[in-house]
């Protein structure tokens, strides 16, 4: 039976090179995306072309049916082992122009749908099951352009820390990864997201069964 990593959000950018760094260590990927069916596929085929194995679920994470649904179609595919909670809205908005509905919508994505994916996820995962959340220097320090998303990256912080401590009884460890891309671009950016991936990877893997509620922060600027 094989081992399942689900990574939300993973269509394109930091959540595809998980997907891809995960599928590169043997497991089986769920490419989540919300309805980029296409760009899903292209993951897909760039994991299978390596020899990897993955498969393109859609699921709007904010949508209790389609998650239950997401996590129903895992549990016909093998051993849920990894969820990478990725999925996020990070839009730039002054203060002064986020509305109510702006604020919801960004903590709904964020922080309800990696709840949601969690809450259907644990009955799938068993003892050596890995949570691991995406989180940004947004969620450990103030961002004035993106209230509502440090709001939203802050609370996936509490989530963090609380359920590792809730699950360590079940052997269920639970983690953050923490990056710092403000201003890289280009081929640093993709270095960054590749440095990303393997912290990710280091979390999902057996070596790390002692690690849990903990924040990795990973480090995108050249001194």
Do not use: W
Not at 71 to 85: E, I, K, Q, S
């Amino acid at each position: 039976m094989p081992d399942i990593a689900v990574v939300t959000g993973s269509g394109s950018g930091l959540g595809a090179k998980i997907a891809e760094e995960l599928a590169g260590r043997g497991l089986t990927v769920v490419v989540n995306v919300r309805t980029d069916v296409g760009a899903a596929g292209e993951v897909v085929d760039r994991i299978r072309g390596r020899g990897g194995v993955a498969e393109a679920v859609p699921a709007d994470v904010t949508d209790e049916t389609q998650v239950a649904a997401m996590f129903a179609r895992v549990r016909d595919m093998g051993r849920l082992r990894v969820l990478v909670n990725n999925a996020s809205l990070r839009r730039r908005q002054p203060v002064e122009e986020i509305t109510s509905e702006d604020f919801r919508e960004v903590l709904d994505v964020t922080l309800g749908g990696a709840f949601n994916c969690v809450r259907h996820a644990l009955p799938l995962l068993g003892e050596h099951g890995r949570i691991i959340n995406i989180l940004g220097s947004n969620a450990m320090a103030g961002d004035a352009s993106r209230v509502h998303v440090s709001a939203a990256k802050h609370g996936l912080l509490g989530l963090t820390l609380s359920l590792g401590e809730a699950l360590k009884p079940r052997g269920v460890t639970v983690n953050a990864v923490s990056p710092d891309i403000r201003a890289v671009e280009g081929a640093d950016l993709l270095d960054c997201q590749q440095r990303v991936a393997r912290t990710v990877a280091m979390l999902a893997g057996s070596d790390a069964s002692h690690v849990t509620g903990a924040v990795l922060g990973v480090a995108c600027h050249h001194a």
